[in-house]
């Protein structure tokens, strides 16, 4: 039990000890991550780029341990330290109403004593003959209505008028010293609570406890964050830009520290501060989902019973079935494991990259609904070219694999095309994709509610480069739906190209309605692709309308419409090969994911270098 703060304490208290103690802390944050970052980005790319074999794996995993123990070390630190400001702010604030009483109190002619009473001088009131003795006076902190007005009429009724003073000033000292206690009784526990397992191992549950660490300072921490000055509800780039760039590095760190996912989603910021507070998220969102999985592996129930034959209603010998109880349980470890996978992937990357040039940066990540995970392979803020991917139907953070490394087989292939400059390859899964082809996919809404977020990244993108970047949006299957009602909706885009494959239409009847140059808009559908077949809005679903069925066998109408591939589209269509045919390798639509094999590929990266296909 926290006891008391008692006068002499909070009188020889220093609260600028206690931030003396938090800058400490900062810096070891600041060394923790400098330190992972070098493993990461310099220790194991050189090793992955001359070594191989079982040793060189073992040192990898090793080195892989020993980065996220300082990415542990940085975080925790990061914590107390924002805990140790908060606290220090709070005792401060006690501190000087202590000594803005004591102050006021010796200007009266009044001592405090060591144990927080204050001691008044003899005095007479106007009028009266006699003086009356000095005396001394305790204060009671909290006062109501109703104390405050017996002590007034106590003031009145006495003869030394220095006794109401003396009341007044003990009673501010008592305040004081309760608001000190209250701070001391709600930190106590908090930074007691910050404490690491006695070993080299960061597992599951210190990843859980992380979140639980930083969810209970960022509580307490709220009278001290509050000076802190948030972004800006316009969540505009160019507003977020500045108001990061007005924070002291306390400031920020702080503020990194207690709202990772807040600062890691802002749009405008540079890559490598996104991609530290996302990389915290990720840890800890992969921590809670394996303690979740860890969880339920224990439940596991019985697995077999013994087969009873239908026929004759008798048990079989030697024969065993799994259990009702096991399926269910079974089923939902699947489910779990499931959502492990995409974090995985994305964890993977930083696990595996071998060049500065091929380094993965984490913009955006949540594990809401579907899932969410911006990942740039090349850094976005140096690029000459800036490529950002929008996949389609079926994308979600769970297979957000196949989509990271369609990313980085442009990324390389760009930068094979034209190596005099760097390139960037974004594969942008910030928003809820339709699930389903016959239902979802057929509707805008999930398009609708995308076009802000990706209108706000590729600004965004354009505000931390800074430099003469070239934007290249590339939308698939459903993303291209995407990518074009955002370039349709934002007049000042800054986008120099576009390029839609595999497209059920891009929102508009024409290319140059996407605001862009329409020699800039780029279209490919392979002939096997099942996407040709994709009708227009009246088809299927107004079976009895004959124009529909007209227009389902034209050459230029399609679901979202004017198929971009057709000449009324107005844009400019490159070769791909007709790609496999439906059902090749068990496969319903092999040809609609071809588009990042050899040939095309060559094309998207000779567009995105600012060539010809």
């Given at each position: 039990m926290?006891?008391?703060?008692d006068?002499?304490?909070l009188?020889?208290?220093?609260?600028?000890?206690f931030?003396?103690?938090?800058d400490?802390?900062?810096?070891?944050?600041?060394?923790?991550?400098t330190?992972?970052?070098?493993?990461?980005?310099?220790?194991?790319t050189?090793?992955r780029?001359?070594?191989?074999?079982?040793?060189?794996?073992?040192?990898?995993k090793?080195?892989?341990?020993?980065?996220?123990?300082?990415?542990?070390?940085?975080?925790?630190?990061?914590?107390?330290?924002?805990?140790?400001?908060?606290?220090?702010?709070?005792?401060?604030?006690?501190?000087?109403?202590l000594?803005?009483?004591?102050?006021?109190?010796?200007?009266?002619g009044?001592?405090?004593?060591?144990?927080?009473?204050?001691?008044?001088?003899?005095g007479?009131k106007?009028?009266?003959?006699k003086i009356?003795?000095?005396?001394?006076?305790?204060?009671?902190?909290?006062?109501s209505?109703?104390?405050?007005?017996?002590?007034?009429?106590a003031?009145?009724?006495?003869p030394?008028?220095?006794?109401?003073?003396?009341?007044?000033?003990?009673?501010?000292i008592a305040?004081?010293?309760?608001?000190?206690?209250?701070?001391?009784?709600?930190?106590?526990?908090k930074?007691r609570?910050?404490?690491?397992?006695?070993?080299?191992t960061?597992?599951?549950?210190?990843?859980t406890?992380v979140t639980?660490?930083?969810s209970?300072?960022?509580?307490?921490?709220?009278?001290?964050?509050d000076?802190?000055?948030?972004?800006?509800?316009?969540?505009?780039?160019?507003d977020?830009?500045?108001?990061?760039?007005?924070?002291?590095?306390?400031?920020?760190?702080?503020?990194?520290?207690?709202n990772?996912?807040?600062?890691?989603?802002?749009?405008?910021?540079?890559?490598d501060?996104?991609?530290?507070?996302n990389?915290?998220?990720?840890?800890?969102?992969r921590g809670?989902?394996?303690a979740?999985?860890?969880?339920?592996?224990?439940?596991?129930?019985?697995?077999?019973?013994?087969y009873?034959?239908?026929?004759?209603?008798?048990?079989?010998?030697?024969?065993?079935?799994?259990t009702?109880?096991?399926?269910?349980?079974?089923?939902?470890?699947?489910q779990?494991?499931?959502g492990l996978?995409?974090?995985?992937a994305i964890q993977?990357?930083?696990?595996?990259?071998?060049?500065?040039?091929?380094?993965?940066?984490?913009?955006?990540?949540?594990?809401?609904?579907?899932?969410?995970?911006?990942?740039?392979?090349?850094?976005?803020?140096?690029?000459?070219?800036?490529?950002?991917y929008?996949?389609g139907?079926?994308?979600?953070?769970?297979?957000i694999?196949?989509?990271?490394?369609?990313?980085e087989?442009?990324?390389?292939?760009?930068?094979?095309?034209?190596?005099?400059?760097?390139?960037?390859?974004?594969?942008?899964?910030?928003?809820?994709?339709?699930?389903?082809i016959?239902t979802?996919?057929?509707?805008?809404k999930?398009?609708?509610e995308?076009?802000?977020?990706?209108s706000?990244?590729?600004?965004?993108?354009?505000?931390?480069?800074?430099g003469e970047?070239?934007q290249?949006?590339?939308?698939?299957s459903?993303g291209?739906?995407?990518?074009?009602?955002?370039l349709?909706?934002?007049?000042?885009?800054?986008?120099?190209?576009?390029?839609?494959?595999?497209?059920?239409?891009?929102?508009?009847?024409?290319?140059?309605d996407l605001?862009?140059?329409?020699?800039?808009?780029?279209?490919a559908?392979?002939?096997?692709?099942l996407?040709?077949l994709?009708?227009?809005?009246?088809?299927?679903?107004?079976?009895?309308?004959?124009e529909?069925?007209?227009?389902?066998f034209?050459?230029?109408s399609?679901?979202?419409?004017?198929?971009?591939v057709?000449?009324?589209f107005?844009?400019?269509?490159?070769?791909?090969?007709?790609?496999?045919?439906?059902?090749?390798?068990?496969?319903m639509?092999?040809a609609?994911?071809?588009?990042?094999?050899?040939k095309?590929l060559?094309?998207?990266?000779?567009?995105?270098t600012?060539?010809q296909?």
């Amino acid at each position: 039990m926290t006891t008391g703060v008692d006068y002499s304490t909070l009188k020889a208290l220093m609260p600028s000890e206690f931030e003396e103690a938090a800058d400490g802390y900062r810096s070891k944050s600041e060394m923790a991550q400098t330190a992972k970052d070098h493993i990461e980005n310099t220790v194991a790319t050189g090793m992955r780029k001359v070594l191989r074999g079982q040793a060189a794996e073992t040192t990898q995993k090793q080195l892989r341990a020993l980065a996220e123990n300082f990415l542990y070390i940085q975080t925790e630190c990061g914590v107390i330290s924002t805990a140790l400001n908060g606290f220090a702010f709070d005792m401060a604030a006690a501190k000087r109403k202590l000594d803005a009483a004591i102050e006021d109190a010796r200007a009266d002619g009044c001592t405090v004593n060591p144990d927080g009473s204050v001691t008044y001088p003899a005095g007479k009131k106007p009028g009266d003959e006699k003086i009356t003795d000095g005396g001394t006076v305790a204060g009671s902190a909290g006062g109501s209505q109703t104390s405050d007005a017996l002590e007034r009429q106590a003031a009145n009724i006495h003869p030394n008028p220095n006794y109401g003073k003396a009341m007044a000033y003990a009673n501010r000292i008592a305040d004081a010293l309760k608001e000190a206690t209250d701070a001391d009784a709600k930190w106590a526990p908090k930074i007691r609570a910050l404490k690491a397992d006695d070993d080299l191992t960061v597992s599951a549950r210190d990843w859980t406890d992380v979140t639980s660490d930083t969810s209970g300072v960022r509580k307490a921490a709220d009278p001290y964050l509050d000076t802190i000055k948030g972004p800006p509800k316009s969540d505009w780039p160019q507003d977020n830009a500045r108001w990061w760039n007005g924070l002291s590095e306390e400031e920020r760190a702080a503020y990194v520290f207690m709202n990772p996912a807040s600062v890691g989603a802002l749009d405008g910021l540079p890559a490598d501060v996104r991609d530290d507070a996302n990389r915290t998220v990720l840890a800890e969102e992969r921590g809670a989902q394996q303690a979740k999985v860890d969880a339920w592996l224990k439940k596991e129930p019985e697995h077999y019973k013994p087969y009873i034959s239908p026929i004759t209603g008798r048990e079989v010998k030697g024969a065993m079935v799994p259990t009702e109880e096991w399926k269910e349980w079974n089923e939902k470890k699947e489910q779990l494991e499931n959502g492990l996978k995409g974090m995985d992937a994305i964890q993977s990357r930083f696990d595996t990259y071998t060049s500065e040039n091929k380094r993965p940066y984490l913009l955006g990540f949540d594990d809401n609904n579907l899932g969410h995970a911006i990942v740039s392979i090349g850094n976005p803020d140096t690029a000459d070219n800036v490529v950002t991917y929008v996949p389609g139907t079926f994308a979600k953070l769970e297979s957000i694999d196949g989509d990271i490394r369609r990313a980085e087989l442009l990324q390389d292939q760009a930068e094979r095309t034209d190596p005099s400059r760097s390139t960037a390859s974004i594969v942008w899964l910030g928003y809820d994709a339709p699930q389903s082809i016959m239902t979802d996919a057929t509707e805008t809404k999930w398009a609708d509610e995308a076009q802000e977020p990706l209108s706000n990244f590729v600004h965004g993108i354009q505000e931390a480069n800074g430099g003469e970047v070239k934007q290249t949006l590339l939308g698939h299957s459903y993303g291209s739906l995407v990518a074009g009602q955002t370039l349709r909706d934002n007049l000042d885009l800054p986008v120099d190209n576009a390029i839609m494959v595999g497209s059920p239409g891009v929102g508009v009847d024409h290319a140059k309605d996407l605001n862009i140059p329409a020699d800039h808009v780029w279209a490919a559908t392979a002939k096997n692709d099942l996407i040709n077949l994709a009708p227009p809005p009246a088809g299927p679903l107004a079976p009895l309308n004959p124009e529909a069925y007209m227009e389902l066998f034209d050459d230029h109408s399609i679901v979202h419409g004017t198929d971009p591939v057709s000449d009324e589209f107005g844009g400019r269509v490159f070769d791909v090969p007709d790609g496999k045919l439906p059902g090749a390798g068990w496969e319903m639509m092999p040809a609609h994911s071809q588009y990042w094999e050899e040939k095309p590929l060559r094309s998207l990266a000779n567009i995105v270098t600012g060539g010809q296909p």
